[in-house]
């Protein structure tokens, strides 16, 4: 099924320069990129983003985090696009996350685990809206896909 997830490349990775390594793993998984743009996020939008997790004991060392530099910010399309890119993130603390993945390749801490990625059609929908005006997701057709879709 055809699906589109937010993903978001946080400040840790944007400051190792690590930003080329992990949208260069995306592509090479055939996954088409929709929308694109470096942003340092403001606060209120941090936090409506990370929601769920207000009253948490990690929620404002998260918002500090989010906000201390620039993200990118980018919204994927693919067959099963947002179990996908779960999937390459690895675990939430980057000690359980697989090798292979960009968590488990890249990242120690769970306060520094590089990436986001939507974790249900429901989430994907909020954060693409949240981020992303409609003219800012671009459809398009790639020849290759039909070397990615039977
Ligand atoms: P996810 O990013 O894998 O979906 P969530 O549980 O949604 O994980 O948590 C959102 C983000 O909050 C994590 O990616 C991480 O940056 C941060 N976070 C979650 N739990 C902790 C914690 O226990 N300590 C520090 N930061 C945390
Ligand atoms: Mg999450």
């Known amino acids: 099924m055809m699906e589109r997830t937010y993903v978001m490349i946080k400040p840790d990775a944007m400051q190792r320069g690590l930003m080329g390594d992990i949208l260069s793993r995306f592509e090479a998984?055939?996954?088409?990129?929709?929308a694109v743009?470096?942003?340092?996020?403001?606060?209120?939008?941090?936090?409506?983003?990370?929601?769920?997790?207000?009253?948490k004991s990690f929620f404002d060392p998260l918002i500090e985090y989010i906000t201390s530099g620039p993200c990118l910010c980018m919204v994927w399309e693919g067959d099963n696009a947002i179990q996908a890119c779960r999937q390459m993130m690895g675990k939430t603390n980057p000690q359980d996350a697989a090798p292979g993945t960009v968590r488990g390749d890249l990242a120690l801490q769970t306060g520094r685990n590089l990436i986001h990625g939507s974790d249900s059609?429901?989430?994907a929908?909020?954060?693409?809206?949240?981020?992303?005006?409609?003219?800012?997701?671009?459809?398009?057709?790639?020849?290759?896909?039909?070397?990615?879709?039977?």
Do not use: C, Q
């Open 37 to 55: 743009k470096l942003m340092r996020i403001p606060r209120e939008l941090a936090e409506r983003h990370y929601g769920e997790h207000k009253g």
């Open 29 to 34: 998984r055939g996954l088409k990129p929709v």
């Open 121 to 123: 059609p429901e989430s």
């Open 125 to 150: 929908r909020r954060e693409i809206e949240l981020f992303f005006n409609d003219y800012e997701l671009v459809t398009y057709e790639r020849t290759m896909d039909i070397w990615m879709y039977e």
